[in-house]
């Protein structure tokens, strides 16, 4: 089993920024990517980004390209979600993934709690 733990979503003005972290413990051996989705109320959950286990590769959704900054952390059981320029459609309940696929960007089997974060105009 792998326990992922979300923070630092919250409220926001559209323009502002927010920083996401999400830490995996338990059973994290292996070399596996990492991502972000959310839903916002009244639709489906979304992919948002992922990153690899090493970092080194990255993947947006095009919503949020140029905007938002998925990175790992250096014992790679860490994952932020660096949000910029935020908008008032980046509204929803964020959760944080592990095992994510690079290729499909079809969720792994765990999920964080999720993060709710607001961005008001």
């Known amino acids: 089993q792998v326990q992922l733990v979300e923070s630092g979503g919250g409220l926001v003005q559209v323009g502002g920024s927010l920083r996401l972290s999400c830490a995996a413990s338990g059973r994290t051996v292996g070399t596996y990517p990492m991502g972000w989705f959310r839903q916002a109320p009244g639709k489906e959950r979304e992919f948002v980004a992922a990153v690899t286990w090493s970092g080194g590769s990255t993947s947006y959704a095009d919503s949020v390209k140029g905007r938002f900054t998925i990175s790992r952390g250096n014992d790679k059981n860490t994952v932020f979600l660096q949000m910029n320029s935020l908008k008032s459609e980046d509204t929803a309940v964020y959760y944080c993934?592990?095992?994510?696929?690079?290729?499909?960007?079809?969720?792994?089997?765990?999920w964080g709690q999720g993060t709710q974060v607001t961005v008001s105009s």
């Open positions: 993934n592990f095992g994510v696929s690079m290729l499909t960007m079809n969720p792994g089997n765990y």
